[in-house]
Structures are given as structure tokens and as C-alpha cells.
């Protein structure tokens, strides 16, 4: 069973900066595992923020184009998003997820992913 656990939320001023990590643990299968970061404001969906295609390849949401970036360290498995220059419309809980569903090509929506972690709460004020 994958485990995720988000932590690095907290609150920053516009302009400032955070770097959001995801610990991942107990997957033991031989199938790629595909991760991403996705956000989500009260009121609103849940949205991708920086997905990884089958291809390998990274969508980023249109918003964070540029000022967020996804990376990966395989020792120990860490999954982490760092955000500069952030904006209060970037508040919402920051949620890691994962998939084993390698038939899919994008992997950008939030039913493409079946491991989520508890999520980090992220305030950016004006």
C-alpha cells in the first residue's frame, strides 16, 4: 500500500516562496508510479497543478507556468514542489497523489491517480 505524506505548507506573504515535499513509502511493485501535485481553494475543484505524463513528460498548470517547479529525489523517494513568487490566488491545500494506471496517456485529471496523501495547507496573503 503507497503512503504519501505531504508537509512544507504554511503561510507567506505574495511574492515569497515554499518548497512542498511528499515522503513516499510502501510501494514495492516493479510498475512505474507516477506522481504529481494538485491543489485545491474552498468552494472550488480539485486542480493539477504539475502532473507527469506516461511519456514523462510535466503539464503544468497555465497559472504556475514558470514560477513553480516539480522534481523528484529517489533517495529516499521524495516528491517535491518548489513555488516562487507566489500569489494569494495560489492558497488552497496542496494534496501529492500517485497512480499505478500506466495504460493512461496524460495522467492529468484527479481521477487518474489512486494514492493521495493528507494534504498541506498553503496561505499566501496579500
Known amino acids: 500500500q503507497v503512503q504519501l505524506v505531504e508537509s512544507g505548507g504554511g503561510s507567506v506573504q505574495a511574492g515569497g516562496s515554499l518548497r512542498l515535499s511528499c515522503a513516499v513509502s510502501?510501494?514495492?511493485?516493479?510498475?512505474?508510479?507516477?506522481m504529481a501535485w494538485f491543489r485545491q481553494a474552498p468552494g472550488k475543484e480539485r486542480e493539477g497543478v504539475a502532473t507527469?505524463?506516461?511519456?514523462?513528460?510535466?503539464t503544468y498548470a497555465d497559472s504556475v507556468k514558470g514560477r513553480f517547479t516539480i522534481s523528484e529525489d529517489n533517495t529516499p523517494n521524495t516528491l517535491y514542489l518548489q513555488m516562487n513568487s507566489l500569489k494569494p490566488e495560489d492558497s488552497g491545500m496542496y494534496y501529492c497523489?500517485?497512480?499505478?494506471?500506466?495504460?493512461?496517456?496524460?495522467?492529468?485529471?484527479?481521477?487518474?491517480?489512486?494514492?493521495w496523501g493528507q494534504g498541506t495547507q498553503v496561505t499566501v496573503s496579500s
Open positions: 510502501g510501494y514495492t511493485s516493479s510498475t512505474k508510479l507516477y
Open positions: 497523489a500517485a497512480s499505478t494506471k500506466w495504460w493512461l496517456r496524460l495522467l492529468q485529471r484527479p481521477e487518474d491517480y489512486n494514492y
Open positions: 507527469t505524463a506516461r511519456s514523462g513528460s510535466i
